[in-house]
């Protein structure tokens, strides 16, 4: 049966590829419906930092007229002149368990990328250029994905793999039993290591979000540069301003912690409440009685991720890393939440890793980014 690849341009084109993993995991328990207004912010790039760095585009993949595969794919022309690379991504891929469709997509893709002259071709990445849904699900299919992490059918990794990807970055997840968690002691811990080392941590004040953004962006700053990861760059004070407008409206000011030494800002961490246990209900929609449902269940959600923690390089073995994300998890048992996860780590930032371990986290979900190099 023909395969037919066609670029995403009609409304009804869009919609084929907004709507294709409603109808691929129809039945499937675990898969989480994303907001559909959302994911039309995203692909229309206002809602995306990715989509707007660059040439970017969209395809469907249709068997008999009926849409069986999608793929995103562009250049991040902002990272590859930051890490001076030629290199393409893909996002947003979705297939059914055919490999003849997975792979007239990825050729689309790379045909796509080779003509603007990319050497790799990377994926998948996240969608935004944030935190959310980075890299394909490896490891542990069982367990329902937190909010903003992947989720996808385990012959994704043979689709990639056979195609000719290779590993090229993972990320852990580390899971957190808050009632057998023994924070109290984690707690002393941590409050001796702030006397020996001189900081302090506090919730983000919300009434300056401006001046709270420009200290978060400044900690990503001199935080990322010496990991030298080839998929992250700092985002612009703008940027970085307009992620936090973003995720206030979300996220409880307890659930941001900053650190400071002598007022000067060292680290920060951030976690989220899980908000895929509502998502799970609105399939996809919050009107007409989504917000509803919101409002109903808002208060019944016992999990929480903390998504992002980044500390200074000279305080990175000073507690601080610990600290923060104890009084994360600290807020999140106030609040009755029985679970936390940790994620996303790479799998080379070893001192989070030790970290993650050492405040009682146990590794149970690996995702990859996968790499290509461009025949």
Known sequence: MTIEIKEV??????????????????????????LIYEMKRIIESPGSLLFQSGPHTFFNAYKSGEIVGRIAVGIDEKMNKWRNKKEGYVTLFECINDKEVAFSLLNKAEEWLKEREMEDMVGPVSPTNGDDYRGMLVENFEDPPVIYTTYNPPYYVDFFESYGFEREHTFVAYKYDLNK??????????????????????????????EEAKTLQKIIERSLTPLEYDYLIPPSEEEMLILAKDLVKFIPSEFVQLAFSNENPIGFAVAIPDYNQILKKLNGRLFPIGWLKFLMYKNKINKARVFLLFV???YQSKGVPAALFIELLRHARKRSYTFAEGSTINTNNTKMCREAEGVGGILYKKFVIFKKKIQ
Do not use: C, G, Q
Request: glycine share 0%; proline share 14%.
């Open 9 to 34: 341009k009609s409304k009804k084109d869009k919609k084929d590829f907004i709507m294709f993993p409603f109808k691929l995991y129809k039945n499937d328990p675990l898969w989480v419906p994303p």
């Open 181 to 210: 968690l023994p924070l109290d002691d984690h707690i002393k811990v941590i409050e001796y290591a702030k006397r020996k080392y001189k900081f302090y941590t506090r919730p983000a004040d919300y009434s300056r979000i401006p």
């Open 312 to 314: 200074i390089p000279e």
